[in-house]
C-alpha cells in the first residue's frame, strides 16, 4: 500500500535524507517524570531498538526522555532524525548530534514529516504533546492513512487510565472495536520488538 499518509500531510520543502535505517518514532515526554523507572526503561528501549538495526525519530530535543532515547541510539550506533519546529527553539535544547536534524515551521510540519519518515510508532510516558500525537496517528489510522504498528508502552502503569478510557468509548458506542485493536499496548520492551518484527523502511515521498 502507498504511503497514503501523505495525504494528510502539509507541504515542506525537499528533504536530504542521510538514513538507510527503518526509523521508529518515539513520542515521549521533553521532562523525565517523577520515578527513574521512566528514564529506566526508556533507555532500556531505546537500546533494543538500535541493537535490532532500527533508527529513531523524535522531536528533536536534547532534554527529558527525548534526550535520553537520542543519546542512547546514538551510542549504539543507530540513525536519528529529530524534528523541531522553530519557535520552540527558544526553550527545548535542540540535539546537536543527529543524523539528521529538521527544523521546521509549524507543529503540523513536524508531526507530518514524523509520519511520513516512520516505519512505527511508539508512545512512551509523557504529557500532553505525547497523548496528542499518538491519539493523532491512532486517528489517522482509522481513516485509512497508513497501516503501520502503534504502540502504547506502559510503563509503570502509566497508560492504564487512557486504556480504560478507550475501552469504555468502544463500551458507549464512539470506537469501533477493530480500531481500538489497533493501538497495541505493550507493558514490556520484549512485547515492542516483537511488534516491530519485519519492519522495512518506508519510501520517503517529497511533498
Same mark, same amino acid.
Given at each position: ?87 520552540? !527553539? $527558544? ?6 548530534? @543527529?543524523?539528521?536534524? +529538521?527544523?521546521? %515551521? ?5 508531526? &507530518? ?52 478510557? !478507550? $475501552? ?6 464512539? @470506537?469501533?472495536?477493530? +480500531?481500538?485493536? %489497533? ?5 514490556? &520492551? ?18
Amino acid at each position: 500500500m502507498m504511503n497514503s499518509v501523505l495525504k494528510m500531510t502539509v507541504k515542506h520543502e525537499k528533504v536530504t535524507t542521510k538514513t538507510s535505517q527503518a526509523l521508529i518514532a518515539l513520542y515521549c515526554g521533553s521532562r523525565s517524570g517523577n520515578h527513574p523507572i521512566y528514564k529506566e526503561k526508556a533507555i532500556a528501549l531505546a537500546s533494543a531498538i538500535a541493537e535490532q538495526g532500527f533508527g529513531l525519530v523524535y522531536g528533536g530535543a536534547s532534554i527529558g526522555l527525548m534526550g535520553q532515547v537520542a543519546d542512547t541510539v546514538i551510542e549504539h550506533g543507530g540513525d536519528t532524525v529529530g524534528v523541531i519546529p522553530e519557535f520552540m !527553539l $527558544d526553550y527545548e535544547i535542540a540535539h546537536n548530534q @543527529l543524523t539528521e536534524l +529538521h527544523v521546521v %515551521k509549524t507543529m503540523h510540519e513536524r508531526k &507530518a514529516m514524523m509520519a511520513e519518515r516512520a516505519s512505527a510508532f511508539v508512545a512512551l510516558p509523557g504529557g500532553l504533546g505525547t497523548f496528542e500525537e499518538i491519539l493523532e496517528i491512532a486517528t489517522w489510522g482509522q481513516l485509512n492513512q497508513h497501516q503501520k504498528p502503534m504502540i502504547l508502552y506502559n510503563v509503570n502503569n502509566f497508560y492504564d487510565a487512557l486504556i480504560a478510557q !478507550l $475501552d469504555h468509548a468502544v463500551q458507549e458506542g464512539f @470506537l469501533p472495536p477493530q +480500531h481500538r485493536a %489497533k493501538l497495541i499496548v505493550c507493558n514490556h &520492551a520484549e512485547q515492542i520488538l516483537n511488534a516491530l518484527k519485519n519492519l522495512q523502511a518506508p519510501v520517503h515521498f517529497v511533498i
